[in-house]
């Protein structure tokens, strides 16, 4: 299918200089692979990049208890009174990665999009590999239904691995015969096996990868979601977006592709210098306002 094109011509431009300071930034060569990734999971985002929370829903902490385990999540409401709720998943390659990390769009798409936000730190590879992040996802959107209330629509989405993990889920609870959500937003989302990415083999499984895991293999597609996807045009998994939005249109899935041109694949992550991030998390909002009105 044919994208709905975002550009502008600052995208470019801003997209050479944030990779520019990013490429410039110290990395950890004496350490080893581990050792590195468990300080980058301690880094707090730096809001000249990542942008500042919007100031307008109200936040509250939770942990959400699950069968033998327990997560912390963030609820973001513009008011108590009873809206669809959004399930939101960060990135992070699927071993890294905060709720902290996206507090501009979780917070934004809450404020724009009459929605309760629910932002969850998923467990993470690769203490737990796959299918652990799939399965809190899958149960925490059960959890949702049945303490959260809200007026009974749930949407699914996320960024990168988050969006990964979020198709996951909508395939899991179609295949199980279980409550689906009524909407699913994918930004710019790894849906099959990338072996040469950096990390590849800590979250999968080394044999029989299931489709829940790779959402591009599932032999069909039909009976998910009504889909919001976000393509990036400077991102190396930008095939794996257009793929799936076009094998979902094929499949009879009411389907909305957007790509943003010429900039990179964490664009939301950093709104702060990124004006596409910025565009991106008013677009969700208004298509949420849209599919929910």
């Given amino acids: 299918m ?18 520019k300071l990013l490429a410039d930034q110290p990395g950890y060569p004496e350490l080893d692979p581990y050792q590195a990734l468990l300080l980058d999971r301690e880094d707090l985002p730096d ?12 936040i509250e902490d939770l942990v959400i208890d699950l069968p033998g385990r327990s997560l912390d999540a963030r609820i973001y409401r513009m008011s108590p009174e009873p809206r669809p709720i959004l399930l939101w ?14 507090e501009y769009a979780t917070s934004g798409i809450a404020a724009g999009g ?17 299918p652990a992040g799939l399965l809190d996802v899958h149960d925490t959107l059960q959890w949702i239904r049945a303490n959260l209330g809200g007026d009974g629509r749930i949407a699914v989405g996320g960024q990168s691995a988050g969006a990964a993990l979020a198709a996951g889920a909508c395939l899991l609870a179609r295949d199980e015969g279980g409550p689906l959500a009524d909407r699913q937003v994918l930004c710019y989302p790894t849906l099959d ?14 044999d029989d990868v299931p489709a829940t895991a790779v959402p591009l293999r599932a032999d069909s597609l039909v009976g998910l979601p009504p889909t919001l996807m976000l393509a990036a045009g400077r991102d190396s998994l930008r095939d794996d977006a257009l793929a799936y939005a076009g094998r979902l ?19 939301l992550n950093f709104p702060g210098a990124l ?6 998390v008013e677009l969700i909002a208004a298509d949420l306002r849209t599919a929910f009105s």
């Fill in 275 to 280: 004006s596409a991030g910025r565009h991106a």
């Fill in 114 to 130: 009459n929605v309760t936000v629910v932002s969850l730190n998923y467990r993470l590879a690769p203490e737990n590999p796959y």
């Fill in 89 to 102: 998943l960060h990135g992070g390659s699927f071993i890294g990665g905060h709720l902290r990390d996206i």
């Fill in 47 to 58: 809001p000249a990049l990542a942008g500042e929370r919007d100031p307008r829903p109200g």
């Fill in 2 to 19: 044919t994208p709905e094109l975002v550009d502008s011509p600052e995208y470019g431009p801003e997209t050479d200089a944030l990779l």
């Fill in 249 to 267: 249109e094929q499949d009879g899935v009411p389907t909305r592709l957007v790509e943003y041109a010429d900039t990179m694949h964490p664009f």
């Fill in 193 to 206: 096996l990338h072996p040469d990415v950096e990390w590849h083999e800590w979250y999968f499984p080394a």
